[in-house]
Each structure stands twice: as C-alpha cells, then as structure tokens.
C-alpha cells in the first residue's frame, strides 16, 4: 500500500535531468498507469477518424461533469435569488421565478 508513495519520493529525490528514464518512473506508470511528466505522449490515432472517436470518448465524461455543474449552478442561483435569466430580443432578462415578473438588474444584484 505505501509503495507509490515510496516510489514518488525517490522520483521527485532524483534530479530532474534523471527523472523520466529512471527506475521510480517506469515502476510509477506501470503500477498506476499515469503518463509521468517530459514524456511524449501519443493519445490518439494516426487515422483521423479514429483519433476523432477517441478524442470525443476521453472528452465525454469532462463535458457531462460540466454541464451537470452548470445546471447545478443554474439551480443554486434560481433558488438563492428566485430569479431566472430568460433571453430577450433586448438581450437577457431577470424574472421572479413565482410571479413571472421582471427584475431589474440592480435588484438582482442585491
């Protein structure tokens, strides 16, 4: 159990010039598979419909983490000012969430 522990001390204890092809290295990425800093590294594909595919499988999970925090955001903020923000021909609108009526941005911002 405390073996990468171990191992990231004597990486990080070796110069930096000796770091990347040291032994700490190579046994820190192959028990945790972590890409170890300086190395280059190839995550996708040669073919470019392939290295697409894969960009957008690694990207998915990042992309819906972000968006479930957005609506988590947009939640807080409905529920802390009972406002929410609708988009108008003028640009965006506050409006009281019970009454549908608008809300002044200087009333919002208190």
Not at 77 to 97: H, I, P
């Amino acid at each position: 159990p405390n073996r990468i522990p171990n191992l990231v001390r004597s990486y990080t204890s070796l110069p930096k010039s000796q770091r990347l092809n040291s032994t700490p290295s190579h046994q820190i990425e192959s028990q945790t598979t972590y890409p170890m800093p300086g190395k280059s590294l190839n995550f996708f594909s040669t073919d470019k419909t392939t290295a697409r595919r894969e960009f957008l499988l690694k990207a998915q999970p990042i992309v819906m983490a972000m968006e479930e925090q957005k609506l988590k955001d947009i939640r807080d903020a409905r529920e802390y000012t009972r406002c929410e923000v609708k988009k108008s021909g003028r640009g965006y609108q506050y409006v009281d969430v019970e009454t549908g009526v608008g809300v002044s941005a200087e009333e919002y911002k208190r």
